[in-house]
């Protein structure tokens, strides 16, 4: 049944919430609160950003009324999965003083199974890149691989590309090719709402198979292929990704640089929203007794002077040396690392940045002049 | 020699059972595993001291003695002025081994240089100790050690002992010292160029500050060797010590993961970037 | 390049030497402005050209993670920037800033040390100089390194 592709009316989107909530998934969804649409439990339709969509761009992110009753006529905001599969904040384990001794009790990884819906294809191919990161190395981190077996995601094709996105430059969307358990495509024409739905995993099958569907119609599939072919046209932003690698990394002494640290306020926004930003810091605490510690997992940011800290100071000392820092290893250092960029070109960054610095264009600025090669250290003979 | 994929995130539990006191500010301190333990020369272990926090530090035991791990530990902040101040019978939580090694197999057959700067002696001991005892496998083994000060001097014993043998050449050589001094006083990279070794058939372990490694480096590269004969011990702060929290990136490499021991021109762009 | 000649010969470090040397070294220079902050070069660079302080400061420093950039002597006018041009491997072993506006003159360390080859005399001239500037510097250096201000113990 993998690929078939069904039509459902909306209701039959409350009926696969309803299923995933009988069979003990807490549902997640896109929802609107303090004028942004994030991602939390939902339970119903209306719940839902129905009729919304969003303005966005550098620096700049508002809700506007659309005047349809679409369910998924806006793009990605604030959130992203990341926040549900790898936590902002969590605790690996505890441990009792036993007189001069100890003992460490590890903590269980969280058991309630997540269900996602309304995942974009941005989205999809970022939780693909943390998979990289969390399960694809010597160590695994054993919490995100029980999070991720068992989640399960239904993806919706966007229908209009965000201010901000450039998911055609990263081919990351905006059609969603895999990763998927289903995936809905909406369909609004003269007021009528339909949405064709496609199976993309066997747990998906079992699913849908708990309800009546009909096949969608030729008509019907060659209409969901219009949305996504036409929200790739509506793209606002490109990164030209060839070579760009090398480029960065030949090229830590680009005035650009210099240029960008004068608006960068290191804030680190950037790297909260990025669906793919995964680095954290551990803390170890003790009650004031000294009679229990633990150790917990929070995200940290590499644009902190805290992050490169090493006994006396900051490796990363100036704003500049952070900016760089983030930029390079996302779209640079990130290839040599887990084998694809980090960057999957939702936009979020800019979107979010305070300043709006964009790093399509700081891309493009680099691009238009790189300098000249500093040394050739290996070829010093 | 390396930890289980999927536990490495607990600290065992491990009793202290011997201190030295090198000088005011360093200890080396030796802790009994549950059961052998196996490394290799070059990894680090993360140490954690019950709710303060843990750090990495260098193994600097001798991988042929598993019953024991050691570490010698200079304290410079909260976590590692406690392990310096360890006593026996303190119960240490540790996790580890983890980390890239240095090339002691790959290097048999060759001529083998070690220049140790400080406390970079202390990531070294494992690698002389795995040396001298594979000795006939290697052709001439150097050492060349640079300290602060003849009080500063790690391992004076253990150094006078290598000295007493026959097949390895050992020098010390200190910052300042006074009329009680009878060695050399000086900077390490300047006893490269009088050294005798051959260039093309010598392997170099280098491990100290940065400074000094960089211009150790440049001294060896004049003798003639080829960046891809020179291994360096790099540090940068660690967490997780697995490659998952992004903390110890140094470029594209993760020190605690691709590292610490790093052959030099993988990471010779790197040397000559500010702030990376 | 007549002006340029005089400008050469009039600095400290050619102090004394006879004018027939004037040109030929005035024939590899040129004369060079800094702002403060610019690097005149970098650790491991290059040595590429002879520098002569005419007017302001430069710090010579070494860089090393986590900390600032560790000054490891200032020049003034009238001094040299160090003599790793003249001999293999031709490579800077520190950074040169400068710490406000600077003048000095640039020679070429190619066309220097050619010329120097093919005139011994020249060579020599230039040889006692550095000489002594290098030994002045050793010595201020070890000076340095006895860390004579630390506090005396009882």
Known sequence: MLGVKLAIEPDGVQRIIDALTRQGYRVIGPTVRDGAIVYDSIARLDELPVGWTDQQDGGRYRLEQRGDGALFGYAVGPHSWKRFLHPPIQRLWQARREGDEFTVVEDEAAAEPLAFIGVRACELRAIAIQDRVFLGGQYLDTPYKVRREHAFIVAVNCGQAGGTCFCVSMDAGPKVETGFDLALTELVENGHQLFVLEVGSAAGADLVSEFSTRPATEAEIAAAEQVTARTSGQMRR??????????LQANPNHPRWDEVAERCLTCGNCTNVCPT????????????????????????????????????????????????????????????????????????????????????????????????????????? | MTTAPESWAVPQPLRVTRVRR????????????????????????MLYVFGRGEVAISISGDPGEEDRIVHTVRAVGAVSGALAQLRRSAVVGMRGPFGSSWPLAQAEGSDIVIVAGGLGLAPLRPAIYRVLAHRQHYGRVALLYGARGPADILYQRELETWRRRLDVEIEVIVDHAGADWHGNVGVVPALIPRMSFDPQHTVALVCGPEIMMRFTVAALRDRGLAAEQIYLSMERDMKCAVGLCGRCQFGPAFVCRDGPVFRYDRIAPMFGIREI | MEGLERIVLEHPFFAGLGPEFGA???????????????????????????????????????????????VITTLREGDILDAAWLVPPYRWAFDARATGLVRALGVNARCLRDKCEADHDLGYELMKRFVSAMGERLHATRLQVLDVYRPQRA
């Open chain 1, 277 to 381: 930003c995964f680095c954290t810091s551990i803390e170890d605490t003790t009650d004031l007794a000294g009679a229990t510690a633990e150790r917990v997992r929070r995200w940290d940011s590499c644009f902190t002077l805290d992050f490169s800290y090493i006994h006396g100071g900051s490796v990363r000392n100036s704003p500049r040396s952070r900016y760089r820092q983030w930029m390079t290893h996302k779209l640079a250092h990130w290839i040599d690392q887990f084998g694809s960029s980090g960057c999957v070109g939702c936009g979020r960054c800019i979107t979010w940045c305070p300043v709006g610095i964009d790093i399509t264009q700081e891309a493009a600025a680099i691009r238009a002049a790189p300098q000249p090669p500093e040394r050739d250290v290996n070829g010093r003979s």
């Open chain 1, 238 to 247: 490109s990164l030209d990704t060839s070579g760009l690698k090398e480029l």
């Open chain 3, 24 to 70: 030929a070294i005035s024939g590899c220079a040129r004369n060079l402005r800094f702002a403060a902050g610019e690097y005149l070069f970098r650790e491991d660079e290059p040595a590429n050209e002879f520098y002569l302080i005419r007017h302001g400061t430069v710090a010579l420093e070494l860089h090393a993670p986590a900390q600032p950039a560790i």
């Open chain 2, 22 to 45: 090198e000088s005011s500010d360093i200890a080396t301190f030796y802790l009994t595993p549950a059961s052998p333990f196996a490394f290799a020369a070059g990894q680090f272990n």
